[in-house]
Nanobody, 116 residues
Framework: QVQLVESGGGLVQPGGSLRLSCAAS????????MGWYRQAPGNQREVVAR???????TYADSVKGRFTISRDNAKNTVYLRMNSLKPEDTAVYFC??????????WGQGTQVTVSS
C-alpha cells in the first residue's frame, strides 16, 4: 500500500517562506500527476498546485506567483515552495495523485500556520 509522508510545515510570519516535501512509497510514482492540497478548519480540501509526470505545474489563482511545485522522480518526492505567505494560507497541506490517477491513501499532512 502506498504511503505518503508530508513534512516541512511550521509557524511562519506573514511574508515568510516554507518548503514542503512529500515522499511517496510508490513504485510508479514517476508516471502519475501529483498535487498539493490544503484544508483549513471548516473548509473543504482544495488543490493548490499540481504537476504532470513531465514536470509542468499549474496553480490555483490564490497561490499563483507565490507557490512553486516541483518533483524529483528519482526520490519519489514532490515539493511545494511557498513564498510571500499570507494568513489565509494557514491549513494542513497534503499531497496526493492528481486526476486522472486514482487517489492514494491520504497521509497525515503537515500543518502550515501563518501568523504574526
Amino acid at each position: 500500500q502506498v504511503q505518503l509522508v508530508e513534512s516541512g510545515g511550521g509557524l511562519v510570519q506573514p511574508g515568510g517562506s516554507l518548503r514542503l516535501s512529500c515522499a511517496a512509497s510508490a513504485t510508479r510514482f514517476s508516471i502519475n500527476a501529483m498535487g498539493w492540497y490544503r484544508q483549513a478548519p471548516g473548509n473543504q480540501r482544495e488543490v493548490v498546485a499540481r504537476i504532470t509526470s513531465g514536470g509542468y505545474g499549474t496553480y490555483a489563482d490564490s497561490v499563483k506567483g507565490r507557490f512553486t511545485i516541483s518533483r524529483d522522480n528519482a526520490k519519489n518526492t514532490v515539493y511545494l515552495r511557498m513564498n510571500s505567505l499570507k494568513p489565509e494560507d494557514t491549513a494542513v497541506y497534503f499531497c496526493n495523485t492528481y486526476a486522472p490517477a486514482t487517489l492514494w491513501p491520504w497521509g497525515q499532512g503537515t500543518q502550515v500556520t501563518v501568523s504574526s
